[in-house]
């Protein structure tokens, strides 16, 4: 991770099903030796590892997901998005937020997601086939490594009919 300089695999836990409710969201549980897992920050005294003195060390580099905390986006009566807090949120901002900016902040989170969502799909059919041939599913560092590549591959440029939608999914223009 270049805006840390650390490695990958010391900025994560991976979390087993029974450990949280992803409801909704099975698509991002990775197969891994050690069973199915879901990879998570990692938190140091129950907070986020980059946080010193209650300031983000890594702020201009944050994951999308944190740059949009504590705020989620709701479509309001007549269809235009409204940005809603997240109860329980630890950090209260100042001022009230930026309706566009957390739009499209979320937007792209979105997309991230979906576009990881499809790694983690083509990492589990890899790893079906593997057990299939009697092989043992890959561990983190190959993880790593695939995402890693997956990631350099999708810099290349999308057609020009492919746009992001509010959902985060790709469209693309039918012709």
Known sequence: MAATGLDPAALVDWLAPNEIDMTG???TFVRLREGRRL??????REGCPFLVEDVCSVHPHRPLACA???YDLDLGLGGE???IGLAGASCVPRGPPDVMRVADCLNRMRAELADYARRVTEWNRRQRRRLR???LPEDTDRLFAFLA???SLSAI???AGAAVDFAGSIASDRR
């Open 157 to 159: 440029p999308r057609p």
């Open 25 to 27: 969201e099975p698509e």
């Open 81 to 83: 998005p409204v940005v």
């Open 149 to 151: 590549r997956a990631r």
């Open 68 to 70: 949009t905390f504590p």
């Open 133 to 135: 041939l009697a092989r």
């Open 39 to 44: 990879m998570v920050l990692r938190h140091e």
